[in-house]
């Protein structure tokens, strides 16, 4: 596999993301519902150190509800409070701002014993890269932004976006570094969008995927490509597959590229239906 991960990176993001904390009372960290764990950023605790943090479970509707409940359990038993949403369809969303007021009882708690005034919170968006953190700022400003994030040499004025009179928003999020130690975490982020497609062995993916989705969904994957049964060699199901889909070069030979190509083209617009790609592990 060739995923790397640059330390160099992560210790820039982690610079620009302790910047913005400062100016944070409540931070809401992004991660996607298909891959709850592989798409957190390790450090998000130390990073945000005792500031309290939403989880918001996002692009829900890609993923499996049981799976989901299972994760949602799993962080509240963690004391991470999640919350499960579906920015692009604005599901859930409207519970935002409550539950963000209920993380911050501590804090409203702090300024009524020192006889401050309460002013709105204010919140930071803090994910790894396309889990959503652009669509759920758009939808919370009720507008589209234009998000920059913090590319080099782009210089924006940060503004506050205001969701009611109780809550703020910082419309530029905080973009933080997954990390992948292990292959099948770095699989999950390519097959998710996360990692760019140059830097990980597309074929080396797919077959991940295929053997993931022959051991917890085969329906749904004999279904999508008309299958009668799953060869135990994943190799021998990756040219059933290619079969099916006409991926033929000359000699009759399947063509793994294409045939690689359009089962991860399929698994990124969800056509297999909902599928989660790891279990909480308690
Ligand atoms: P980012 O700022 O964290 O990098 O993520 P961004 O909002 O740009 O979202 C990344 C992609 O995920 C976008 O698709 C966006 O539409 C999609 N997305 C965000 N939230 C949801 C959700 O709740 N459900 C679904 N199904 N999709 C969601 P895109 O523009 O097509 O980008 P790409 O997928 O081609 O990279």
Redesign the pocket.
Known sequence: MKIQWYPGHMAKAKRQVTEKLKMIDVVME?VD?RIPMSSRNPMIEEVTENKPRLMLL?????ADPQLTREWEAYFEQENVKPLT?????G?GMKQIPAEVQKLAAPLYEKWERKGINPRPLRSLIV????????????KLAGKKIA?I?DKPGVTKKQQWIKMGSTLELLDT?G?LWPKFEDEAVGYRLALT?AVKEEIFDFQDAVLFFLTFMASEYPQLLKSRYNLDSIPEDKVELFDDIGRKRGCLISGGHVDYDRTAEIIFRDF?Q?LFGPVTLEKPVT
Not at 85 to 89: G, N, P, R, T, V
Request: proline share 6%; charged share 20%.
């Open positions: 992004i519902a996002n692009k829900a509707d890609l949403i579906d920015a692009q369809h599901k994910g790894i890269p396309n889990v959503g953190k652009s669509t759920v700022i758009n998000i994030g999020p973009i969008g990124r969800g």
